[in-house]
């Protein structure tokens, strides 16, 4: 079993940064493939980005590509989400989840453990 815990949502203004984090507790997650997930109220959830341990690679929507970096610690066990120039449509819950398996994938079907999600809000 493994717990998500995000934080580092909050309220910025449009241009403004952010850094999220996610730390996992329980089973050792170093060779887990991470993501990060968003919900904006009245849409779906969707892919933002993802790390597979495998080869390192790493993964992300075109919408945050070039503004977001997703890295991690495995010595932390801390995934973190570096969100720059931020947008008002990047306001969402924003969510972190877990794949028992070393390559990450887009879909959220793919991942078996997840945070509760933190808040960001970008005021334009």
């Not at 904006?40 to 959830?45: F, Q, V």
């Not at 010595?75 to 989400?81: F, G």
Request: glycine residues 10%; contains cysteine; proline residues 2%.
């Amino acid at each position: 079993q493994v717990q998500l815990v995000e934080s580092g949502g909050g309220v910025v203004q449009a241009g403004g940064s952010l850094r999220l984090s996610c730390a996992a507790s329980g089973r050792t997650f170093s060779s887990y493939a991470m993501g990060w997930f968003r919900q904006a109220p009245g849409k779906e959830r969707e892919f933002v980005a993802a790390f597979s341990w495998s080869g390192g690679s790493t993964y992300y929507a075109d919408s945050v590509k070039g503004r977001f970096t997703i890295s991690r610690d495995n010595a932390e066990n801390t995934v973190y989400l570096q969100m720059n120039s931020l947008k008002p449509e990047d306001t969402a819950v924003y969510s972190c989840a877990a794949r028992t398996s070393s390559t990450a994938y887009r879909a959220s079907r793919a991942y078996h453990y997840w945070g509760q999600g933190t808040q960001v809000t970008v005021s334009s």
